[in-house]
Nanobody, 126 residues
């Protein structure tokens, strides 16, 4: 497992942008696929985006495709979620998750990740 620390959440108006960060504590993300999930009040946790362990491929939920971008720094210590054109329906607690060697078939499944951050609140006002 790897310890994850998220940051970057906050309150933003509709149409605005935020960048979330997910930092690996004590190690790098080498060989770890990293995913972002979110959970709104009264709803189940849902997949947002994922980055392959090699850093070469990504996956996105249809609801965020074209607006959100997942990326990783060259040191492989931090994974980012750039969120543009935010909508009120993007309001949720956002979590990053990581799993060693996870392949594409598992990116969208929360149950496939064994390391999770504490979550960061994103609120988009209309």
């Amino acid at each position: 497992q790897v310890q994850l620390v998220e940051s970057g959440g906050g309150l933003v108006q509709a149409g605005g942008s935020l960048r979330l960060s997910c930092a690996a504590s004590g190690r790098t993300f080498d060989y770890y696929a990293v995913g972002w999930f979110r959970q709104a009040p009264g709803k189940e946790r849902e997949f947002v985006a994922a980055l392959s362990w090699g850093g070469g491929s990504t996956a996105y939920a249809d609801s965020v495709k074209g607006r959100f971008t997942i990326s990783r720094d060259n040191a492989k210590i931090t994974v980012y979620l750039q969120m543009n054109s935010l909508k009120p329906e993007d309001t949720a607690v956002y979590y990053c998750a990581a799993q060693n060697g996870l392949g594409p078939s598992g990116y969208r499944l929360a149950s496939r990740y064994n390391s999770w951050g504490q979550g960061t609140q994103v609120t988009v006002s209309s």
